[in-house]
């Protein structure tokens, strides 16, 4: 007893670096835990996005009236793995100098998996139609990630796709900027390079 009276002090700096350590210790497990925690909740993330993502096609049905000297089409759309919520749908036919767009009002519509969404037009093109692409904006029910899917009459069953981010209207508007800068920088989108690819 004697011995701990007469270095109180040096057991005092000890047991207050003993307690740093471990404090420290602590902190990296959690740190580490916290880690593999949000790992797992990624990983759980992805594989909920995988089974409620859907998956569509499209395709074109499309003939030309040379007399009448008009174009008709028919648009068939179908879903696998999950139901689709559209947000927009356009339909572009390529021209040798114009390109011609049809924007299909489908926004809160759903179509789920085994159901067809269809529409059929036509007008009168100033050049033959060469070829066509269409671009669909949809999420999943939940309606937490958009997707944007271009498809083009090579590649009706799977096309170029990327996920819209989920911002607030200022956010968004500035990552639209952002992505209307590059389209500018790049000579267009990148649809519209695969169509002069194409031609």
């Not at 114009?98 to 489908?106: K, T």
């Not at 159901?115 to 060469?130: K, M, Q, T």
């Not at 508007?173 to 649809?191: A, N, P, T």
């Amino acid at each position: 007893m004697h011995w701990i009276f007469q270095h109180k002090d040096e057991i005092q700096a000890l047991t207050n670096v003993v307690i740093a350590v471990l404090t420290v210790v602590l902190i990296f497990l959690t740190a580490v835990y916290s880690h593999a925690n949000r790992r797992t909740m990624k990983i759980m993330e992805a594989d909920l996005r995988f089974r409620t993502k859907p998956i569509p096609k499209i395709v074109l049905a499309r003939s030309a009236d040379e007399a009448a000297r008009s174009f008709q089409w028919k648009l068939t759309v179908t879903v696998t793995n999950a139901p689709l919520l559209f947000r927009e749908l356009k339909l572009f036919f390529h021209q040798k100098n114009h390109r011609h767009m049809e924007y299909l009002q489908v926004q809160r519509r759903i179509l789920r998996p085994g159901e067809e969404f269809s529409r059929e037009a036509s007008f009168y093109p100033s050049d033959p139609v060469l070829d066509w692409s269409a671009e669909v904006k949809y999420s999943d029910l939940t309606g937490l990630v958009t997707y944007k899917t271009s498809f083009t009459s090579e590649e009706n069953d799977f096309g170029y796709e990327e996920v819209i981010p989920k911002l607030g209207p200022i956010a968004f508007f500035w990552w639209r900027c952002k992505e209307r800068y590059k389209e500018m920088r790049s000579g267009g989108s990148l649809q519209e390079k695969l169509d002069k690819l194409n031609r």
